[in-house]
């Protein structure tokens, strides 16, 4: 598979001058390599004169890998542009929690030369695909791409939210809550795991609806088969405005009586992960499971 990668696509994370040197070296490591450089050309003033750019929705398709650097949220970004070519993503680190984007700067040079050589793990991860029907039944032409969740919720600060949940048409429960939050596997560790949901291993094909302080007690995070779709029904008495998002990054207003059907997307999201990536090494760092206990040997 080394041979495929001839033309690399890099997306950094805006406005952050921390970006700047890491951005270089890497251009200046693929140009060594005669790699063909094509860079989000929304940095191309960071990056010098001299580089290649490109609209940043057109990198997937011209790209055969897209080296993302940043945090977690520059690679969901980049993830839902690169969707639907399925180019794979490699993250190198400059955030905090890096979940997803698992290459450090200092080991950047050193993983290159083990993808370009063939040696690495590829994996897929599910995304979700999001339509709006407004309470007059019009659907909207908007699809919205969730890599993590999909969220809806009121609008208004410590106000709850009516909504009913349903799964393939069928009544799941009507809920008192601040929101829900519709997660891939991958988005269990995000927003939904800070609500209680549970942990879902990134190869199911599964979803977590995890209500956001539900006011009943028994209104417990539901897992369903990633194939069913989910459908979210704000209620006709909504006093002001529910509000929809995408990943945390993309919004949309909802009113009374609007609809959100979330189902699995077309596509999937694809990773690049360096040689001895260990998801749930991952997880014990991140999220210090064991700290302070023996680990077993290797």
Not at 8 to 31: E, F, P, S, W, Y
Request: aromatic share 6%.
């Amino acid at each position: 598979m080394a041979q495929e990668f001839a033309t690399i696509g890099i997306l950094a994370k805006k406005h952050d001058d921390g970006v700047r040197q890491t951005l270089n070296n890497l251009i200046a490591d693929l140009k060594r390599r005669d790699k063909r450089v094509l860079l989000d050309e929304g940095h191309a003033t960071t990056a010098g004169d001299d580089v290649e750019t490109c609209p940043r929705e057109a990198l997937g398709a011209r790209c055969d890998l897209v080296v993302v650097v940043g945090g977690d949220g520059t690679l969901l970004d980049a993830g839902r542009a690169v969707a639907a070519a399925e180019t794979p993503l490699l993250g190198v680190n400059l955030g905090r929690l890096g979940f997803m984007v698992d290459v450090l700067p200092a080991e950047m040079i050193a993983t290159l030369d083990d993808i370009f050589a063939g040696r690495f793990i590829a994996e897929s991860r599910l995304m979700l695909a999001a339509r709006i029907v407004k309470a007059d039944g019009t659907p909207q032409s908007e699809t919205f791409q969730a890599i993590n969740e999909c969220v809806i919720r009121n609008q208004a600060f410590a106000r709850v939210l009516d909504f009913d949940t349903y799964m393939n048409g069928d009544f799941i429960s009507h809920h008192r809550a601040d929101g829900m939050v519709v997660a891939t596997p991958t988005g269990s560790t995000a927003y939904a795991l800070s609500g209680g949901g549970p942990v879902l291993h990134p190869g199911l094909n599964a979803l977590a609806l995890v209500p956001i302080c539900p006011h009943t007690l028994s209104d417990r995070p539901l897992i369903v088969d990633a194939n069913h779709e989910i459908e979210i029904r704000v209620a006709d008495t909504l006093d002001g405005a529910a509000l929809f998002t995408s990943d945390g990054q993309v919004s949309q207003p909802l009113g009374a009586g609007d609809r959100v059907r979330i189902q699995r997307g077309p596509h999937d999201l694809h990773l690049i992960h360096p040689p001895g990536y260990d998801y749930f090494n991952i997880l014990r760092n991140k999220l210090q499971w064991g700290r302070g206990q023996k680990m077993p040997p290797s």
